[in-house]
Structure formats: C-alpha cells, structure tokens
C-alpha cells in the first residue's frame, strides 16, 4: 500500500483509510463488535492504515469510537487514528460545556474519545465543522495546547469552505501555533463541489485533502446498475434517491472505459482520486472484510494518465 503525508504534518497516510462511520451502524455486520473487528483487522492485513472515525458515528454517541478502539487492541501501532470532535447538528453529551468549538468543551471531548480508543494519543484530531459561536482562534489555541501536551499529534477540519479554511489558517499563523494540517470535505464523481474553492485553497495552503463519499455512498462499487440495486446496500436502505437518480449514461461510460483497460470501476474511481496530488487517502467505508480488501485492491491498482483522467472528468459534469 502507498502512503502520503499528511499536508505539514509529519503522519504518513495509507492511500486507502477506512472510514469508520459504519462501525456502530444500525443493520450492517459492524454493529457489533465482532464484525467491526473483522474489517478492522482486514484492513490493518491489507495495508490500509489509516481510520477516520468521529464522537458522533455509531447508533450511540461514541458507539464507533468504542469499537475501533477495541479492534485496535494489540495492534495500536499499526494505525494512524482520526477522529473529530464538536459536530454542530447532531446532539452531544457535552452540550452544557460550552459552544462546540470552545476550549470547554474541546477539553472534555478529547478525554472521551481517548478512553474510548483505548489511546494516549490522538494521531489527527478535527473539527467537525465550524463553529460559528466560538473564534477560530480560540478552538485553534485549544488543539495547540492538546498537541504540546502530546494528547494530539496533528490537527484538521471538516466542512469548512475555502473562505473559512484559509481564514483558520491566517489565524494559527498569527498567533504562531499549530495549523490546521487538513481538510475534509464531500468529494466524488457526483460531487464535485470542492473543486470550486475549496481545493484551490487546499493547494494555496499546502494542506492534505481527504474526500468524505468518494465512492458516492456505494454507487461507484460496481455493485449497482440501472436495475440492480442490492438490498443489503447503505444505498437500497436509505438513500435510494441516491441509485435514482443517478447519471446511469456516464456511470456505464467509465464502465466501458475501465473494461478497456482490464480494471473495473472501482479501480477506475480510485484511480481518478488519487491522481490528484493534494488528496492524501480515499477513506471508504466498509462492512465486510471483503469490501476493505476490494478497497485495498483497487486503491493500488491503476493509475489514469493525464488524458485519461481528462476523459473520466468530461463524463460527469463539473461543478458550477
């Protein structure tokens, strides 16, 4: 397996990552322990280092964090783990702390997530998303004393606009402490958004980027078609809107592109991705063993030359 730094840090990032928001998950093979360990471990067999996980993943608060830590026990080292704090929408424990970018409530999140991941260290810990209560400068100035207290090794945000990104980033370098090292944003075939400002800031800053989707929640698997759709898919479940609407001509153009070349389109999208150089991991989530070795596979499998990846751009539309 590649690996990639992480922006101006010093992590080392698998190519491939684990996204961690199905361990935990209602009606999947990960709720449990067991089975949230079995992909685990596949993963860590197959190369893939790198687990990106939050507070809030999980049928409960902390659910997936509690997991992951678990399967990691034994075999902490192997892993680079990620984790992210003060998610705005969603319900907290800590909701009497503080606004969820404060320093308060920074302070008592970062101790739940290391009991739970079992750890003494938190190798990229992010910001949620932004946290228009609490200045910038003061969540910034709480993860620099976490990271000097060797608590965090590195830090990053997600959901933050490029705007937001590079005003995060003005304020860590006045107030000389530590940057924001990444980025993490929706990013696939169908969304192509980042593309406008965001990545343009991601490169202007020198920062990691890390696509949350990139697989369009499943429907870049290979396992979906005009007519299939596999009830037991996160897709078919609850997003079924997401296989109706697809843009079906263009999915079997890159189909029929990839067949050329003796690869499938999961190699195909994987290929696309990480031909752009500020992306750092696909993290794509996983149930099944066998979903995290695929990934694993595919992630090492083909690169697109310049005209290809000119090719599979123009079958789906730009953002706007």
């Known amino acids: 397996m590649d690996s990639r730094i992480l922006g101006p840090s010093s992590l080392s990032l698998s190519v491939v990552g684990l996204g961690c928001n199905n361990l935990g998950r209602a009606g999947t093979a990960t709720l449990t322990q067991e089975g949230a360990t079995a992909v685990v471990h596949a993963a860590l067999d197959a190369g893939v280092t790198f687990f990106d996980t939050a507070d809030i993943y999980g049928t409960e608060y902390g659910l997936s964090e509690t997991l992951l830590g678990e399967a990691l026990r034994g075999r902490r080292d192997e892993a680079v783990i990620a984790t992210k704090f003060g998610h705005v929408d969603f319900p907290s424990p800590l909701s009497d702390v503080g606004p969820r970018?404060?320093?308060?409530?920074?302070?008592?999140?970062?101790?739940?997530?290391?009991?739970?991941?079992?750890?003494?260290?938190?190798?990229?810990?992010?910001?949620?998303?932004?946290?228009?209560?609490?200045?910038?400068?003061?969540?910034?100035?709480?993860?620099?004393?976490?990271?000097?207290?060797?608590?965090?090794?590195?830090?990053?945000?997600?959901?933050?606009?490029?705007?937001?990104?590079?005003?995060?980033?003005?304020?860590?370098?006045?107030?000389?402490?530590?940057?924001?090292?990444?980025?993490?944003?929706?990013?696939?075939?169908?969304?192509?958004?980042?593309?406008l400002e965001l990545l343009p800031a991601v490169r202007e800053r020198g920062l990691g980027f890390l696509p949350f989707f990139p697989l369009a929640n499943g429907l870049f698997t290979g396992k979906f078609s005009r007519t299939e759709r596999p009830a037991d898919t996160r897709i078919s479940r609850q997003r079924p809107h997401i296989a109706e609407n697809a843009p079906w001509d263009?999915?079997?153009?890159?189909?029929?592109?990839?067949?050329?070349?003796?690869?499938?389109?999961?190699?195909?999208?994987?290929?696309?991705?990480?031909?752009?150089?500020?992306?750092?991991?696909?993290?794509?989530?996983?149930?099944?063993?066998?979903?995290?070795?695929?990934?694993?596979d595919a992630g090492t499998a083909w690169r697109p030359t310049p005209e290809e990846h000119a090719y599979i751009d123009g079958l789906f539309p730009r953002a706007a």
Request: avoid cysteine; hydrophobic fraction near 45%; aromatic fraction near 6%.
């Open 101 to 195: 970018g404060s320093r308060s409530y920074l302070r008592a999140a970062v101790e739940g997530s290391l009991r739970r991941l079992q750890t003494d260290r938190i190798d990229l810990y992010q910001q949620h998303t932004p946290d228009a209560a609490t200045p910038v400068e003061e969540t910034l100035a709480a993860l620099d004393e976490l990271v000097r207290e060797g608590k965090v090794r590195a830090i990053g945000q997600s959901n933050f606009d490029g705007v937001q990104l590079r005003a995060a980033d003005d304020a860590a370098t006045a107030l000389g402490i530590i940057r924001f090292a990444s980025a993490q944003n929706e990013y696939s075939l169908l969304a192509r958004g980042a593309e």
């Open 250 to 296: 263009a999915i079997e153009a890159i189909e029929a592109f990839a067949a050329e070349r003796g690869i499938g389109i999961l190699e195909a999208t994987f290929g696309w991705l990480l031909a752009r150089p500020e992306l750092t991991s696909v993290i794509a989530g996983a149930t099944r063993p066998e979903q995290i070795r695929a990934n694993a």
